[in-house]
């Protein structure tokens, strides 16, 4: 046993230790400064060929001011909602940082500073790194901070350093960015506001930031803002920081903040490709948007610039020459485009919109919302192929398989009996017009884009395999209508052009999917940033299932809807698609080398709710085979210049051919490639729907949500092209910023991809 004076000893010189472990420690570290930590960094963007993109600084939106420029009111309503006792306390709160230790202990992240004091000190740190050493070496600097600076020059300091969302930097950048004065002149109920906006901006600017996390939308965003600019007032007034009548005039109304403002270089696509490899950086990585406004990173893209600009080009051209802005139905008319490549997912040319310089802050693009109609149907078919029918279940369907393609037809459930809507009455589904077109090809629906066929063909493949056959091309779940009803089959579902695109892109590659990507590399000081790695190529369908598909989209460019895109002059497959109401209309189509999605719809820029197009460029109704068309052969005129005609695998025969009554029957030996000359069979063009035997449908029912309808059979109405019968109602996501934004293309852009 050892000796209690050799113990002792021990003790003493472990104390002795520790006690100059700390001095020497505290001694050591310096205290921040709030200017160095405001010197700006740019963050730059590279185009695919390595060449400079754009250089987004965050100097212009950081500027320090002193204690006397802001305003007691801001000070107060700081020290009121995140740390009462500041002007009494140590600067240090030894209990938060017992939690944070335990719980990186656990494996868990580090909770932030709980002091104003603690908070600056982790405001200046360019390293966010969640370690037992940054934590100590923050307590370190926090005590001798305590010491050393008087309470208003740390208080100066917080304010200064602060995120307060928007790339802003400090009080004075947030004052500007948010209510367009300097610090000096906000009043208490902005100050209020901007203490809120602490909390954490994604989720408390009432813009929305739904781009970053699908809860952050400018509906919840605002909720949780008011709430909290009117507790802290509450608090300001409870501690005596306001007067009965000031806190009276303060809470009176939410103050008006200013919407989102285009930045130094951010003009025409620039602004929708930083906005789509920012999201993908922020949700491939570990990097906080905090972090990565603070700039100092280099960004290296997917983007062709080349094939951009074309894209831009040929929608400015169309637009140009089908659109008046001073006609009324012409106005609030919109755009998107996405180009994918197929087998890889490099999203290689966006089109997000008229520009942030313009006013509008929405990517086109990455948007959800937008119902993408009988492009679906594509969809439906790879289904039946893959998973035959409830009566011959693993069979493929051949596309030379018989459906009825009249007008207003009951939609029968599994077992034979009709489909009804909730009050019980029978749900009909409508074509755009009273054609008769009989037993046709489910080629031939595809060709002339019948809803009829493809709504009873996913009724009897099932609802759930058309989903998850989309899924697996690569479609989003989050994007797909929830209820399985008969008109999911033609396209109540709102992916983005960029989804869109990149699941035309499996059809493409003989099945091969591979998630849309926008950046392929994330520097700092020059060390990678994990986290880039190419999506994985799988394969998502059967090629021989993929190629059929392909065929028959082939036929709808050679003879039916989307006979525009024969102007390419080179083999192409794609599918046309409008909604009901005629309030949006798509065209996909791809090469072998490019699959590119296009849609146009028009917006009520108040409350962004989808408008009818019926009249839009002086015609009836806008059809997906029209202008979406007409742009995307435009636009793959210039970006497929001078490469080869690479044609498509052969299609061989797939499946059996089956009637709607269920009989399997020998396929013939027919090869199945698209004709060269157009069939006698009719384009769909604008006319009435055949007139039902009930009464009209009411509003909901008009959308064609069969479930919905309740008025003696509700009907699902065709679009213009036999597109979708639903229209959903739009969630704007921000009002002045993200209009229908759900990051969708999260995955290249936003939360997902």
């Given at each position: 046993m050892?000796s209690w004076?050799?113990?002792?000893g021990?003790?003493?010189?472990?104390?002795?230790?520790l006690?100059?472990?700390v001095?020497?420690?505290?001694?050591?570290?310096?205290?921040?400064?709030e200017n160095i930590?405001?010197?700006?960094?740019?963050n730059?963007?590279?185009?695919a060929?390595?060449?400079?993109?754009v250089?987004?600084?965050?100097?212009?939106?950081?500027?320090n001011?002193t204690?006397?420029?802001i305003?007691e009111?801001m000070q107060w309503a700081v020290i009121?909602?995140?740390?009462?006792s500041?002007?009494k306390?140590s600067?240090?709160?030894?209990m938060?940082?017992?939690r944070?230790l335990a719980n990186?202990?656990?494996?868990g992240?580090?909770?932030?500073?709980s002091t104003?004091?603690q908070q600056f000190?982790k405001?200046t740190?360019?390293?966010?790194?969640q370690?037992?050493?940054?934590?100590?070496?923050?307590?370190?600097?926090s005590?001798k901070?305590g010491?050393?600076?008087k309470?208003?020059q740390?208080l100066?300091?917080y304010?200064?350093?602060s995120?307060f969302?928007?790339g802003?930097?400090?009080i004075?950048?947030?004052a500007?960015?948010?209510?367009?004065v300097?610090?000096v002149?906000l009043?208490?109920s902005?100050c209020?506001?901007?203490?809120a906006l602490?909390?954490g901006?994604?989720?408390?600017?009432?813009?929305?930031n739904?781009?970053?996390d699908?809860?952050a939308?400018?509906?919840?965003?605002?909720?949780?803002?008011?709430?909290?600019?009117?507790?802290i007032?509450s608090?300001?007034?409870?501690?005596?920081?306001?007067?009965?009548?000031?806190?009276?005039?303060a809470?009176?109304k939410?103050?008006?903040?200013?919407?989102r403002k285009?930045?130094k270089g951010?003009?025409?696509?620039?602004s929708?490709?930083v906005d789509?490899?920012?999201k993908?950086v922020?949700?491939h990585s570990?990097?906080?948007?905090?972090?990565?406004?603070?700039?100092?990173?280099q960004?290296?893209?997917?983007?062709d610039k080349k094939?951009?600009?074309?894209?831009s080009?040929a929608?400015?051209?169309?637009q140009?020459q089908?659109?008046?802005p001073?006609?009324e139905?012409d106005?609030?008319?919109?755009f998107?485009?996405a180009?994918?490549?197929?087998?890889?997912?490099?999203i290689?040319?966006?089109y997000?919109?008229?520009g942030y310089?313009?006013?509008?802050f929405?990517n086109?693009?990455?948007?959800?919302?937008?119902?993408?109609g009988?492009t679906?149907?594509p969809?439906?078919?790879a289904a039946?192929?893959e998973?035959?029918?409830?009566?011959?279940?693993?069979?493929?369907?051949s596309p030379?398989?018989?459906?009825?393609?009249?007008d207003h037809l009951?939609?029968?459930?599994?077992?034979?009996?009709?489909?009804?809507n909730?009050?019980?009455s029978?749900f009909?589904?409508n074509n755009?017009?009273p054609r008769?077109?009989g037993?046709?090809?489910?080629?031939?629906?595809?060709?002339q884009?019948?809803n009829?066929?493809?709504v009873?063909?996913g009724?009897?493949?099932?609802?759930?395999h058309?989903r998850?056959?989309?899924?697996?091309?690569?479609?989003?779940?989050q994007?797909?209508?929830?209820?399985?009803?008969?008109?999911?089959?033609i396209?109540?579902?709102?992916?983005?052009?960029?989804?869109?695109?990149?699941?035309y892109?499996t059809f493409?590659?003989s099945?091969k999917q591979?998630?849309p990507y926008?950046v392929?590399e994330?520097?700092k000081?020059?060390?990678?940033?994990?986290?880039?790695e190419?999506p994985?190529?799988?394969?998502?369908m059967d090629?021989d299932?993929?190629?059929n598909?392909?065929n028959?989209?082939?036929n709808v460019?050679?003879?039916?809807t989307g006979?525009?895109?024969?102007a390419?002059g080179r083999?192409?497959?794609?599918?046309t698609?409008?909604?009901d109401?005629?309030?949006?209309?798509?065209?996909v189509g791809?090469t072998?080398?490019?699959?590119t999605?296009?849609?146009?719809?028009r917006e009520n820029?108040k409350?962004h709710?989808?408008?009818s197009m019926?009249g839009?460029?002086?015609?009836?109704?806008?059809h997906?085979?029209d202008?979406?068309?007409?742009?995307?052969?435009?636009y793959?005129k210039?970006?497929?210049?001078?490469?080869?005609d690479t044609?498509?695998?052969?299609?061989?025969?797939?499946?059996?051919?089956?009637?709607e009554a269920?009989?399997p029957s020998?396929?013939p030996s027919v090869?199945?490639?698209?004709?060269?000359?157009?069939?006698?069979s009719p384009?769909?063009?604008?006319?009435?729907?055949?007139?039902?035997p009930s009464p009209?449908?009411?509003?909901?029912?008009?959308?064609?949500?069969?479930?919905?309808?309740g008025?003696?059979?509700?009907t699902?109405?065709?679009g213009?092209d036999g597109g979708t019968?639903p229209?959903p109602?739009?969630?704007?996501?921000t009002?002045?910023?993200?209009?229908?934004?759900?990051g969708?293309?999260?995955i290249f852009?936003g939360?997902?991809?």
């Open positions: 050892p004076k050799l113990v002792s021990l003790f003493i010189g472990f104390v002795g230790c006690v100059a472990a001095g020497i420690g505290f001694a050591m570290v310096q205290i921040p400064s930590a405001a010197k700006s960094q740019n730059v963007y590279y185009w060929d390595k060449s400079q993109m250089a987004t600084g965050t100097g212009v939106n950081r500027q001011v204690i006397d420029k305003p009111a009121s909602a995140e740390n009462k500041f002007y306390d600067g240090v709160d030894p938060g940082i017992a944070a990186m202990a656990r494996g992240q580090t909770q932030g500073g104003i004091t000190v405001n740190y360019l390293s966010q790194d370690t037992v050493t940054r934590k100590f070496k923050e307590m370190f600097i005590i901070v010491t050393k600076l309470k208003p740390i100066q300091g304010l200064n350093t995120y969302g928007r802003a930097y400090g004075q950048a947030a500007q960015t948010y209510f367009g300097d610090a002149d009043k208490p902005q209020a506001f901007l203490a602490l909390k901006p994604t989720y408390y600017d009432p813009a929305g739904a781009d970053l699908k809860a939308t400018p509906e919840a965003n605002r909720k949780r803002s008011e709430e909290r600019w009117s507790w007032l608090e300001m007034h409870k501690d005596k920081h306001l007067t009965d009548t000031e806190y009276q005039e809470g009176k939410y103050p008006t903040v200013e919407g285009a930045t951010m003009t025409g696509q620039i929708y490709l789509t490899a920012k993908y922020l949700n570990d990097i906080s948007e905090a972090d990565f406004d603070r700039g100092g990173y960004i290296y893209t997917t983007f094939k951009v600009n074309a894209l080009a929608v400015k051209k169309i140009k089908r659109l008046n001073k006609r139905l106005k609030y008319v919109q998107g485009a180009s994918v490549k197929p087998e890889n997912g490099r290689e040319a966006l997000g919109g008229d310089e313009n006013g509008h929405t086109n693009a990455d948007t959800s919302g937008v119902p993408v009988s679906w149907k969809f439906v078919l039946a192929m998973y035959g029918t409830y009566k011959h279940p693993g069979t493929p369907v030379l398989s018989k459906y009825n393609g009249n009951k939609v029968l459930n599994s077992d034979g009996t009709p489909y009804l909730k009050d019980n029978f009909f589904q755009e017009g008769k077109w037993y046709i090809t489910l080629r031939k629906a595809m060709e884009s019948i009829t066929p493809f009873q063909l009724m009897d493949v099932g609802m759930t058309v998850d056959v989309a899924k697996s091309a690569g479609i989003l779940p994007s797909m209508s929830v209820d399985l009803n008969p008109s999911f089959a396209g109540t579902s709102t992916p983005s052009a960029i989804r869109m695109a990149d699941a892109a493409a590659a099945g591979a998630d926008s392929t994330v520097k000081s020059g060390e990678d940033q994990p986290g880039f190419k994985k190529v799988k394969q998502a090629a299932i993929a190629n598909v392909t028959v989209l082939e460019i050679q003879n039916g006979t525009n895109a024969k390419l083999t192409a497959a794609g599918k698609g409008t909604t109401k005629n309030k949006s209309a798509w065209f791809y072998q080398q490019l699959s999605s296009v849609t146009m719809f820029p409350d709710e989808l408008l019926n839009t460029a002086g015609v009836d109704s806008i997906g085979g202008i979406p068309t007409l742009v995307w052969t435009e793959m210039a970006a497929l210049k001078n490469a080869n044609g498509f695998p052969d299609a061989p025969k797939l499946g059996e051919i089956q009637d269920g009989a020998p396929t090869t199945i490639t698209p004709s060269q000359t157009p069939s006698n384009s769909p063009t604008p006319s009435a729907t055949s007139p039902s009209s449908p009411s509003d909901s029912c008009q959308f064609g949500w069969g479930n919905n309808c008025n003696n059979g509700g699902g109405n065709g213009t019968t229209t109602s739009v969630t704007d996501t009002g002045t910023g993200n209009t229908r934004g759900n969708n293309g999260g852009a939360q997902n991809g």
